[in-house]
């Protein structure tokens, strides 16, 4: 089956800083490599996707980068905000395999 | 769109006691997802189902989860008999048969076995 390994756990980092996130895997079939934000005690929400026929994908100060070849991907922020403070998931797979998640804290 | 429904949203039970828990999908979704999320194992699908019918439920941990789907309103996840262990938020999400990788999150019943 598919797997997902993400890092770091945890990221610290003030505010204005830049912040990336990387999940590896193993299945070379995935085409389709969500992220999500989950703020303390809501529900998962996609905020940026991005499908195999491209490499990278910009949503304001959100942007996700895919290596096919090296099977990782990754999660951007710029100019982060202490709103973005959340823990981010990765996922990938038609019925979507979660990574463990990145506790991102954004300090004023 | 009410979005995804999910009740209870918290259920605070003893070992050994059955829970129900409760899903409304999306209307004119056909995708129904179960999540279980935990500290320690993060975001774990237990069971899928197309059309009303379980597609895939090698997630579900043991005899004593069970899930069904009477119709493509509504679904129901049930443990019996109820552990400590299975203290976790319950998530359900829906989507398009043709999309099941865009799915949308219930709020989530946070189960507390004691």
């Known amino acids: 089956g598919e797997n997902v390994e993400q890092h770091p756990s945890t990221l610290s980092v003030q505010e204005g800083d830049s912040a990336v996130i990387k999940c590896t895997y193993s299945?070379?079939?995935?085409?389709?490599f969500p992220w999500y934000k989950q703020e303390l005690g809501k529900r998962p929400q996609l905020i940026i996707d991005?499908?195999?026929?491209?490499g990278e994908k910009k949503d304001q100060r959100i942007a996700v980068t895919l290596n096919k070849t090296a099977k990782h991907f990754s999660l951007h922020i710029t100019e982060t905000q202490p709103e973005d403070s959340a823990v981010y998931f990765c996922?990938?797979?038609?019925?979507?395999?979660f990574g463990k998640g990145t506790m991102l804290l954004v300090s004023p | 769109d009410a979005g995804v429904i999910q009740s209870p949203r918290h259920e605070v039970t003893e070992m050994g006691q059955e829970v129900t828990l409760r899903c409304k999908p999306i209307?004119?979704?056909?995708?129904l997802f179960w999540y279980r999320q935990t500290m320690m194992r993060g975001l774990e699908l237990l069971i899928y189902?197309?059309?009303?019918?379980?597609?895939?439920d090698s997630g579900m941990p043991e005899d004593r989860f069970s899930a069904k789907m009477p119709n493509a309103s509504f679904s129901t996840l049930k443990i019996q008999p109820s552990e400590p262990r299975d203290s976790a938020v319950y998530f359900c999400?829906?989507?398009?048969?043709?999309?099941?990788?865009?799915?949308?999150f219930g709020p989530g019943t946070r189960l507390l076995v004691l």
């Open positions: 996922a990938l797979g038609s019925t979507l395999t």
């Open positions: 991005i499908r195999s026929n491209v």
């Open positions: 299945d070379s079939a995935s085409n389709y």
């Open positions: 209307s004119g979704h056909n995708s």
């Open positions: 999400a829906s989507s398009l048969l043709g999309k099941l990788e865009t799915q949308y």
């Open positions: 189902f197309n059309n009303n019918v379980p597609i895939d």
